[in-house]
């Protein structure tokens, strides 16, 4: 059965280093999401991104995130100056095109951890 | 601002009791309610909510909707060690993103 893959599962960085997460979301999907958790806390949206450029984003999704599509297959978060509070898991999802009610598939997860 | 609410927050059964898992919602624009299953990592989809009263069904899982109150049940009969996990609830509204509740951990002791 497809599947969305993210990688690298855990990723370790210093504040201030830049750190760029990849999905490869299910491959008939056009719709393309990242969500993060909080470690104990809820999952939370980031951003959704269709036709190649972003159709919603949260209030967390700031100046320092930037998101992109660099072929036919990856989808990419960029965190260009990393906090500690940014240390977090990471979630890809990607849903079909069609009807907005449509299921979001989730990918493994990276967590971040910054120090 | 879009609200899920998800009780109880921990649970700890027994293989073979019955669960009931259950969550509130307040959302503008309501388009469905999901149930996603996260063991270690990925929340696994589960099912998908949009109409009232009609029961989702898939082996000893079963959900559904009631639109009127807001609110949906996750039903788990004949609890196995492996029903172990945190159950997720999301809704969308009139928008792209999910909304979620912070979960049920459901731990079944053998």
């Known amino acids: 059965e497809p599947e969305v893959t993210q990688t690298p599962s855990h990723q370790v960085t210093q504040m201030g280093q830049e750190v760029i997460l990849r999905c490869v979301p299910i491959s008939n999907h056009l719709y393309f999401y990242w969500y993060r958790q909080i470690l104990g806390q809820k999952v939370e949206f980031l951003v959704s991104?269709?036709?190649?450029?972003?159709?919603?984003k949260s209030e967390i999704f700031d100046d320092q995130f930037s998101v992109e599509r660099p072929d036919g297959s990856n989808f990419t978060l960029k965190i260009r100056s990393t906090k500690l509070e940014d240390s977090a898991m990471y979630f890809c999802a990607s849903r079909r095109q069609g009807a907005i009610v449509d299921t979001q598939y989730f990918g493994p997860g990276t967590r971040l951890t910054v120090l | 601002e879009d609200k899920v609410v998800q009780s109880p927050l921990s649970l700890v059964v027994h293989e073979g009791d019955t669960v009931t898992l259950n969550c509130s919602y307040e959302v503008t624009n309501f388009r469905s309610l999901l149930w996603y299953k996260q063991e270690k990592k990925a929340p696994t989809f589960l099912f998908m909510l949009?109409?009232?009263?009609i029961e989702k069904k898939s082996g000893r899982l079963s959900s559904i909707l009631d639109k009127k109150e807001l609110f949906s049940i996750l039903n788990i009969t004949a609890t196995q060690t492996g029903d172990s996990a945190i159950y997720l609830c999301a809704v969308q509204g009139g928008s792209e993103k999910l909304v979620f509740g912070k979960g049920t951990k459901l731990t079944v002791n053998p």
């Open positions: 991104f269709y036709n190649n450029e972003i159709s919603e």
């Open positions: 949009t109409s009232s009263g």
